[in-house]
């Protein structure tokens, strides 16, 4: 019965941290419609940690390619190559290392019809759970004055470490475009 409760709340616990937490953050003074195109800014993806394992040109080009469909759903098209773009932009991959505690009780005392109570002790039980955290951060910047004038980010449990080919693209489309559903602010 233990094994059984304890699945049960490990099932729980990672279905709770399924939903990412998005934020976007916003200089309410400017003209959002003014921008029209954008480049990417140099390094185009950093990594935090700086980790060979997550670093690669491979989830560099899938993140690239996704802040790209974004962006050009939204209206924002590719400056020329030989002209710069009125906003540039710069994407972050973040993984962290998360730890979360979980307590099962179990055992206790039953009320009885009148009053009455029966039962065992009540013990309980307390585990910490590992997990990993990848966190997409989109920054746009003015390309007249460099000042940041929106960022959005978003975090993907990653439930499957490493994933494979198809759960990273996945993933990270997924990830790209809850982090632009708010672009442009209202």
Same mark, same amino acid.
């Given at each position: ?106 055992? $206790? ?6 009053? =009455? /109570?029966?039962? &065992? !002790?009540?013990?309980?039980? +307390? ?24 960022? $959005? ?6 439930? =499957? /470490?490493?994933? &494979? !080919?198809?759960?990273?693209? +996945? ?16």
């Amino acid at each position: 019965m233990f094994p059984r409760l304890a699945l049960l709340s490990l099932a729980l616990l990672l279905s709770a941290c399924e939903t990412s937490n998005v934020a976007q953050d916003f200089d309410a003074s400017r003209d959002f419609a003014a921008y029209r195109s954008w480049t990417w800014k140099e390094p185009a993806l950093q990594y935090r940690p700086d980790d060979p394992r997550i670093k690669s040109d491979l989830t560099e080009r899938r993140i690239r390619e996704a802040v790209s469909q974004q962006l050009d759903q939204r209206g924002l098209r590719p400056a020329p190559a030989s002209s710069r773009g009125d906003l540039n932009v710069q994407t972050y991959l973040i993984v962290e290392n998360r730890q979360q505690q979980i307590t099962t009780n179990y055992g $206790g005392a039953w009320g009885g019809y009148w009053g =009455n /109570y029966w039962g &065992g !002790p009540m013990y309980n039980e +307390t585990r910490s759970i590992d997990y990993k955290v990848a966190t997409i951060q989109v920054d746009l910047l003015d390309a007249r004055d460099g000042k940041l004038v929106w960022r $959005g980010s978003a975090e993907q449990v990653m439930n =499957n /470490y490493p994933p &494979g !080919p198809a759960e990273r693209n +996945t993933a990270i489309q997924k990830t790209v475009a809850k982090v632009m559903s708010n672009y442009p602010p209202h």
